[in-house]
């Protein structure tokens, strides 16, 4: 009887050989001792491979975060509230020079002649009545 | 299992949301679960000991922190996806590496295995292990230490599935041989 390779059983083993190849391989394992005492020892030896256990060290318990909205809004309206006192007190404190409008408008130059016949020549001028 | 664990709440995920709600005897039923296995493949990809109990612990911070109320896949299978992120990272950046090759498995006194690892046929394992170069170590350590399976793998690695199945047969045939020479194996 030709016995399995090593290989192969190791593939069988970790399922990592072809859906297709199973069924042979385990008709051949129902007939011969040899080929299942081999792969016995190589599934004891993957078993070795995947089971190192290390020493665990102390792992302190993440606390945990409860989370609410209420002191988002009590921290919302303390921002708001300190904003308004501190934007009126400055305000207030300072003291603002008085706005000049000047009639700047007078100073434009007129518009080009491409565009004069559009414009309205005087935008003060607006016929009542 | 805990009296006052999870053994009533026949769920993994249910003893997880309770140990993140801050319940003291699901918290240690998860660590009894999880934490040696997150430990092995920390340390297995790292080689550090002082890296591999800062990623468990990193770990268990970043998956209750996180707002998952679902209960799709394993916890394990979560917890070491983390685990292996933050473990690459580390490799990346090569912080605190400890090189396990230097040095005889003899001498204790200079083994940075010694620490974690207190049987000396583990040591020889995870020197085996630490010896494949990282493509096939990761894969052989996500398998056997996260237990994801190989279609998770090839979507965690970004790699196809039939990759992953060589990876695998190679990192054991590989460790075998190893583990064969140094006597721990027939």
């Known amino acids: 009887m030709k016995h399995i390779s090593e290989d192969k059983l190791l593939e069988f083993a970790l399922e990592t050989c072809e859906v297709s190849e199973r069924p042979a391989i385990e008709e051949h394992l129902n007939k011969c001792a040899e080929c299942r005492e081999m792969l016995d020892r190589i599934r004891g030896d993957i078993e070795l491979i995947g089971g ?3 020493k665990t060290g102390f792992v302190s318990q993440p606390i945990p975060v ?3 909205i209420l002191p988002g809004i009590l921290r919302m309206a303390a921002v708001i509230t300190i904003g308004f006192v501190l934007g009126y007190g400055s305000s207030s404190l300072t003291k603002s020079d008085p706005v000049c409008v000047s009639p ?5 130059s007129p518009p ?15 016929p009542i009545g | 299992m805990q009296e006052d664990g999870c053994e009533t709440v026949n769920s993994d995920w249910e003893c997880f949301f309770r140990a993140r709600d801050g319940d003291s005897p699901a918290w240690h039923e998860i660590l009894e679960r999880h934490q040696s296995r997150l430990a092995a493949l920390a340390l297995l990809m790292t080689g550090s000991a002082a890296a591999s109990d800062d990623i468990v612990q990193e770990t268990f911070l970043r998956a209750f922190k996180s707002r998952i109320h679902h209960r799709q896949g394993s916890v394990r299978g979560f ?4 685990a292996y992120r933050l473990a690459l990272k580390e490799t ?3 912080k605190r590496k400890v090189e396990l090759d230097s040095g005889s498995i003899e001498d204790r006194n200079c ?14 394992i995870a020197k085996a292990i630490r010896s494949l170069d990282n ?5 052989l350590t996500l398998r056997f230490y996260g237990d994801h399976s190989y279609d998770d793998i090839a979507k965690l690695m970004n790699i196809p599935i039939g990759t992953v199945k060589s990876r695998m047969f190679y990192a054991v045939k590989r460790c075998r041989e190893h583990l064969r020479e140094k006597g721990i194996i027939e």
């Open chain 1, 52 to 54: 190192i256990k290390p």
């Open chain 2, 111 to 124: 083994d940075p295995l010694e620490r974690l690892l207190s049987s000396e046929r583990d040591r020889h």
């Open chain 1, 104 to 108: 700047s408008y007078e100073r434009l």
């Open chain 2, 135 to 139: 493509d096939h170590r990761d894969v």
């Open chain 2, 79 to 82: 917890l070491t996806t983390i």
């Open chain 2, 92 to 94: 990346q950046h090569e």
């Open chain 1, 112 to 126: 080009a002649d491409s565009v004069a016949g559009y414009a309205i020549p005087d935008a003060t001028d607006i």
């Open chain 1, 66 to 68: 409860r989370r609410s």
